[in-house]
């Protein structure tokens, strides 16, 4: 087996889009997968934020920054299902009417709303850059700040790891099987211990480790 992290574009969502397709032969769905973003939200309430955490999806992460100040992290397959589904929330439809100002059209393909949608005055959201995410507290950091890694391996292999990931692309290539998955840091270094102990993937994961140390050594101490 083999691991890897992968070094790819995520300042530019076209760009990563591009990365995707063109290096990694992905659909655009599975890279949506892929993708994460963070939010900085300030809601000047706390009703919008609690009915949205009722309802906080699986691959979403939250933090409360300070009162009435939040960041909120997820991928892009998550947000498209809460367009989907979750359009009521006041929260669902300002994200939505600023995503649609800073993403490409092809982020909206296929959950654009069937009425029209209108802005609350309550919440305001903001796109965090990737040198603020890297500037965030490392608290904060190991649980928002995400890497892209490539799993490869026979398909008994790859089997027997993906019951430890929520969220994950899967590509054959020949006789093989790459698992494309986007982690924290934290979920990362939980995921470490159980590649260490498959043959063969020990020296990987640690070499793994130890270029996240070289990105962002504030979170390993």
């Known amino acids: 087996m083999d691991?890897?992290?992968?070094?790819?574009?995520?300042?530019?969502p076209e760009e990563f889009l591009s990365f995707c397709k063109k290096d990694?032969?992905?659909?655009?769905n599975s890279a949506f997968k892929l993708y994460y973003l963070s939010f900085f939200v300030v809601s000047l309430a706390d009703t919008p934020i609690f009915k949205f955490l009722e309802r906080l999806p699986a691959n979403a992460k939250f933090d409360e920054l300070k009162k009435n100040n939040y960041l909120i992290s997820m991928p892009v397959s998550t947000i498209r299902s809460l367009f989907l589904e979750h359009?009521?929330?006041?929260?669902?439809?300002?994200?939505?009417?600023?995503?649609?100002?800073v993403l490409p059209p092809e982020f909206f393909k296929g959950c654009e709303p069937k009425h029209a949608v209108i802005s609350s005055q309550d919440i305001k959201v903001r796109l965090l850059t990737d040198l603020e995410k890297k500037e965030l507290s490392p608290p904060i950091k190991v649980k928002h700040l995400h890497f892209i890694f490539d799993l490869t391996g026979t398909c008994e292999e790859i089997i027997k790891i993906l019951p430890n990931l929520s969220l994950y692309v899967l590509k054959k290539r020949q006789n093989l099987y790459q698992a494309f998955f986007s982690l924290s840091i934290a979920e990362f270094i939980v995921l470490s211990n159980t590649l260490s102990e498959v043959k063969g993937l020990s020296e990987k994961v640690e070499r793994v480790l130890q270029e996240l140390k070289s990105l962002v050594p504030d979170c390993f101490g």
């Open 87 to 101: 359009l009521d929330l006041k929260f669902t439809k300002n994200l939505y009417l600023y995503l649609q100002e």
């Open 24 to 28: 990694l032969g992905l659909s655009s």
């Open 3 to 12: 691991l890897r992290l992968l070094t790819i574009p995520t300042e530019k």
